[in-house]
């Protein structure tokens, strides 16, 4: 059974760091691309960045410069670093591999 489990979300002042996590099981890690997606309120789903199992990595161009997605295939851990976080990030951050997404861990950024 595939599982993708998101941690690391919080409330977080504007201009904070945040790193999440998502420890995976029941698939081939290191043989998978990963990615992370958001949702923030009212609004349909984003796609944040992908790590794939080559290692190359992508960004939303909104995102370049300040998230970082990173992998560790020893651990079976995706990480997405967040800095220079504003309000507009809040959202609920997920963790993708193919059609299976996790539960979701949510981030706030406000004061």
């Known amino acids: 059974e595939v599982q993708l489990v998101e941690s690391g979300g919080g409330l977080v002042q504007p201009g904070g760091s945040l790193r999440l996590s998502c420890a995976a099981s029941g698939f081939t890690f290191s043989g998978s691309d990963m990615s992370w997606a958001r949702q923030a309120p009212g609004k349909g789903f984003e796609w944040i960045s992908s790590?794939?199992?080559?290692?190359?990595?992508y960004y939303a161009d909104s995102m370049k410069g300040r998230f970082t997605i990173s992998r560790d295939n020893a651990k079976n851990t995706v990480y997405l670093q967040m800095n220079s976080l504003e309000p507009e990030d809040t959202a609920v951050y997920y963790c993708v591999t193919g059609r299976y997404w996790g539960q979701g861990t949510q981030v706030t950024v406000s004061s």
């Open positions: 790590c794939y199992s080559d290692g190359n990595t």
